[in-house]
């Protein structure tokens, strides 16, 4: 009787077991199966993805400048050949040249980020590949040890035990080494996925960097093409004005008109504030290379007719840091069609000093700068046909020139 239950005990052992090995060695054959036709992976690998926060709000704000220069080329078609038409095409192309300009740097931004980005992949990717590789080599391993041990025979088992309480512990172990070589191959399938994907969005990077590059090549191109046009135009403009007399003394008198303004706005300040000069000699308000003076101080003829110049013009380089002649407060940074981009800062005292056709204004109302800070970019702004700072010099709101004691040219 004992005998019998003693069978009946062996009998549930070996079916418990058989059944055991055969789930162990299906799932690996599946696993198997799986990893050799693994596809090129779809799982988004979350620490390498192909755009960053800062990728995509360069690319938004690339958008939306690019939505603007439409808008705007659409503006300056409809403008007419008359002189305040005139003035607000070149307006627009002013603001079309700048957007152009922003443009390139958030694309030259966007380049470095995905630059950053692309090392950092290639670094997951050789980590990846290594651990990818260290976990074959395991599997490999644990394959050949259990052929050899011939873990998987049923029979080697049965013969090799000498009780039923040994077949038992045999037949567990084989069962946790099936399960221990199914859950490495599972893992060799994860990582290779991994890996998979993220070859995937290395080549999406590179793929989207290139794009980036041709498309700044281009922009660079457009953008000398439309500047090339703004100055052709201010000089068939101004082709025109000479034409018409009365035109460009409109014009002058705007001129005057601003002046006056200027003036008025200087003296009240100077009236109000009470504060006193911040002291010392005025400096180059350009990189010291840009010495050379196109126009001075004073009456000139310009387009045929005399007018008083209220400033020295300093030719130099498209986008030239314009610095702050001395330190104080800005009070003006805003445009006009005749000054184009142009800021005014109050050193106190009286005294203050001029800086107009910039390309781009760097500070705002109200912001304190000292001397020697950037505030603007050289540009062609407003009634210009060149790069160039015009300066001016302003005591009690009246202008004088600014060589008379207070800038030195170098």
């Known amino acids: ?66 939505k603007e ?4 080329k659409a503006e300056i078609a409809s403008a007419k050949n008359e002189i305040d038409s005139f003035l607000q095409k070149k307006n627009y192309l002013d603001r079309q040249i700048a957007l152009k300009e922003q443009n390139i740097e958030l694309k030259e931004q966007l380049i470095k980020e995905y630059e950053l980005k692309i090392e950092e992949t290639k670094e997951k990717l050789v980590e ?27 029979w080697e088992i049965i013969f090799s035990s000498d009780s039923l309480i040994d077949f038992l512990v045999n037949s567990e ?3 946790i080494l099936l399960e221990y070589q199914t859950s490495l191959l599972n893992e060799l399938k994860l990582e290779s996925e991994d890996l998979n994907n993220l070859k995937q969005q290395h080549e ?9 590059k041709n498309e700044l090549e281009i922009d660079k191109l457009n953008l000398e093409q439309q500047k090339n046009h703004a100055i052709t135009y201010i000089k068939i403009q101004e082709r025109e004005i000479r034409k018409n007399e009365e035109k460009y003394k409109s014009l002058v008198k705007a001129n005057e008109q601003l002046d006056a303004e200027l003036e008025k706005q200087l003296k009240e300040l100077a009236a109000k504030s009470q504060r006193v000069y911040v002291g010392g000699k005025y400096m ?13 101080f004073g009456y000139r003829t310009f387009n045929g007719i005399r007018e008083f110049h209220r400033a020295i013009d300093i030719p130099a380089n498209a986008g030239a840091n314009i610095y702050a002649a001395n330190s104080g407060t800005v009070v003006t940074a805003t445009y006009h069609y005749s000054y184009g981009n142009y800021v005014v800062i109050d050193h106190g005292g009286g005294q203050a000093t001029l800086y107009a056709h ?14 020697g800070d950037v505030i603007a970019k050289v540009g062609t702004t407003g009634y210009s046909s060149g790069n160039h700072l015009h300066f001016e010099v302003r005591i009690n709101g009246s202008a004088v020139d600014p060589l008379s004691g207070y800038v030195v040219k170098p």
Do not use: H
Request: aromatic share 8%.
């Open 204 to 212: 999406t990077m590179l793929a989207e960097q290139i794009q980036i």
């Open 128 to 154: 990846k590949d290594s651990t990818l590789q260290k976990k074959y080599e395991d599997f490999r391993v644990q394959l050949r040890l259990s052929y050899e041990d011939k873990d998987y025979s049923l």
């Open 358 to 371: 910039c390309s781009r204004i760097l500070v705002k109302v109200g912001d304190t700068v000292n001397k």
């Open 69 to 72: 220069q439409a808008a705007l």
């Open 284 to 296: 180059w308000p350009l990189d010291l290379k840009y010495n050379y003076i196109s126009s001075y």
């Open 173 to 175: 172990r084989t069962a």
């Open 1 to 66: 009787m004992m005998c019998a239950k003693t069978k009946e005990k062996e009998n549930a052992a070996r079916v418990s077991f058989t059944c055991r090995a055969i789930r162990g060695i299906s799932a690996i054959i599946c696993a198997i199966l799986l990893f050799l036709q693994l596809p090129g992976g779809t799982v988004i690998y979350p620490e390498a993805e192909a755009t960053n926060a800062s990728i995509a709000k360069l690319r938004d704000q690339i958008k939306k400048n690019e």
